[in-house]
């Protein structure tokens, strides 16, 4: 069964650090484009950081400088570290795999982790 599944997420202050990693399972992710997503309550799912099939990165403009998105094939593992995280940042997180998409730098997901809560608070 192909899969996605998250850790890392949790309580921070703010102006802490945490690394949500993507662990595949079932297939690999190597010619797809992968991506983390945040929702908070009451607003909309939104791409964070994302990086093609052809290797281009993107970042959000309030996450750029402060998060970055890398993977490890041979670990089947993509992450997000993030740091300086600061209360807006507030948001159940996924991650996902998919194919390329025409409407923007993230991609159209095929597949979708579970989702991990990171609180900043102090």
């Known amino acids: 069964e192909a899969q996605l599944v998250e850790s890392g997420g949790g309580l921070v202050q703010p102006g802490g650090s945490l690394r949500l990693s993507c662990a595949a399972s079932?297939?690999?992710?190597?010619?797809?484009?992968i991506g983390w997503f945040r929702q908070a309550p009451g607003k909309e799912r939104e791409g964070l950081s994302c990086?093609?099939?052809?290797?281009?990165?993107y970042y959000q403009g309030s996450v750029k400088g402060r998060f970055t998105i890398s993977s490890d094939n041979a670990k089947n593992t993509f992450y997000l570290e993030m740091k300086s995280l600061r209360p807006e940042d507030t948001a159940d997180y996924y991650c996902?795999?998919?194919?390329?998409?025409?409407?923007?730098?993230?991609?159209?997901?095929?597949?979708w982790g579970q989702g991990t809560q990171v609180t900043v608070s102090s």
């Open positions: 990086i093609s099939s052809s290797g281009s990165t």
């Open positions: 996902a795999v998919g194919e390329d998409s025409p409407l923007g730098p993230c991609p159209d997901p095929v597949y």
């Open positions: 079932g297939f690999t992710f190597n010619n797809y484009a």
